[in-house]
């Protein structure tokens, strides 16, 4: 199994450029996450999913769009680019089973690391 | 909504000593408290999780302990090893399926 896997690991955009965060996971599992980390701020919540077609705002969603329309990818769109926006962006994902997903180890990917100048 | 409080920020042992971190949360409907290792360059690793309807729980050198009452639990490190320097993350379910992290604590331990 690889996990969860993140692509790109490094990228370098202008501000007002528009990319897309590639997440996905090999493990079948319905809950998928979206993070940001900023040096000393711990993780913020951007957006998350609980299964295929559904998603839902986090505590930061703003800049920021996603769709999840397999079980396995979750993307992180980012628009129009802004400085604020330079970050370490994490996905992860969990598996709920019967209960919720919040009540479960999730499981990261290694991040891509976004600079926007 | 939920807030996770964590102490210290950074934190010196040194090696052979023990490492405690704390955490409180403000839900009292959480009930789920999982802690994450994040080493240079890499995501957050599970290394140790706690149910509301467990004390505690140890898993070798590391262990975690939970006072629902006060609403704090903390993450205990005995007989710490280079290995263990890294930034840990408590964390905090919430009521409306997110999880809420701490602001990390950085771990060095000293030769």
């Known amino acids: 199994n690889a996990g969860v896997t993140q692509t790109p690991k490094f990228r370098i955009l202008k501000i007002g450029q528009s990319m897309t965060l590639q997440c996905t996971q090999d493990m079948n599992h319905n809950y998928m996450y979206w993070y940001r980390q900023d040096p000393g701020m711990g993780l913020k919540l951007i957006y998350y999913s609980v299964g295929a077609g559904i998603t839902d705002k986090g505590e930061v969603p703003n800049g920021y769009n996603v769709s999840r329309s397999t079980t396995e990818d979750f993307p992180l769109r980012l628009e129009l680019a802004a400085p604020s926006q330079t970050s370490v962006y994490f996905c992860?994902?969990?598996?709920?089973?019967?209960?919720?997903?919040?009540?479960?180890?999730?499981?990261f990917g290694d991040g891509t690391r976004l600079s926007i100048l | 909504g939920e807030n996770v409080e964590q102490h210290p920020s950074t934190l010196s042992v040194q090696e052979g000593d023990s490492a405690v971190i704390k955490c409180t949360y403000s839900?009292?409907?959480?009930?789920?408290f999982p802690w994450y290792k994040q080493e240079l360059g890499k995501g957050p690793q599970l290394i140790i999780d706690?149910?509301?309807?467990?004390g505690e729980k140890k898993d070798q050198r590391i262990a975690v302990t939970l006072n629902k009452t006060a609403k704090h639990f903390s993450l205990h490190i005995t007989e710490t090893q280079p290995e263990d320097s890294a930034v840990y993350f408590c964390a905090a379910s919430s009521r409306d399926d997110k999880i809420i992290f701490g602001k990390g604590t950085r771990l060095h331990i000293l030769p």
């Open positions: 706690i149910r509301s309807n467990v």
């Open positions: 992860a994902s969990s598996y709920s089973g019967q209960g919720r997903g919040s009540n479960q180890p999730q499981h």
């Open positions: 839900d009292s409907a959480s009930n789920y």
